[in-house]
């Protein structure tokens, strides 16, 4: 499997360096100090006009995984539909309920994305049955990437972890390792 460094970016300035600096792709966020929110669609737009790697961009209203106000809901499928007419390479996104991978919010913004593939995040680290969180998402067609950095103990810990994630996710999903 081809390696891939995929950098997170805030401005169009960040995404330039980063595409210098040999990344291969772009996670376009806004406030990362709060984990990555949905970036503003001008931002989008300035950052595909400005670099030729793929660009993925986060589709978070909350700091919370969970998502339960509608008008939260409204600005997800919001963000999603304005992004999947802009050319970008996929979304990141990531909702729980009660512990588990919200699958109606997660099929539901996905529906609102045209064709977009989508990288389920770091609400990953959050759900209370990794195993069963792979197992919900092989179910979403479009998630094709879940970002994790291996879960809590040493780097042997996680590494060994990163590889039963990916047994259990292949061939559907490809686990990132990310921190």
Not at 81 to 100: I, M, P, Q
Not at 137 to 161: A, H, M, N, Q, Y
Not at 167 to 175: M, T
């Amino acid at each position: 499997m081809k390696r891939l460094l995929e950098v997170i970016a805030c401005s169009v300035q960040d995404a330039v360096e980063a595409e210098a600096g040999g990344a291969d792709r772009i996670e376009l966020v806004r406030d990362l100090q709060l984990g990555g929110l949905t970036p503003p669609l001008s931002l989008v737009r300035d950052v595909l006009a400005a670099v030729r790697i793929p660009v993925r961009a986060m589709v978070r209203e909350t700091v919370s995984f969970q998502v339960d106000d509608a008008g939260d809901r409204e600005r997800l499928h919001r963000a999603a539909r304005e992004f999947s007419t802009l050319g970008l390479d996929g979304l990141v996104l990531g909702f729980l309920k009660d512990g588990a991978v919200d699958l109606d919010l997660t099929r539901e913004v996905l529906e609102s994305a045209g064709l977009l593939p989508a990288t389920f995040h770091h609400a990953f680290e959050a759900a209370a049955d990794p195993w069963r969180a792979i197992a919900s998402l092989k179910t979403l067609p479009r998630v094709d990437r879940i970002l994790t950095f291996g879960g809590p103990g040493s780097w042997e810990e996680k590494c060994g972890r990163l590889r039963e994630y990916q047994a259990a996710a292949s061939p559907e999903i490809v686990v990132l390792a990310g921190g």
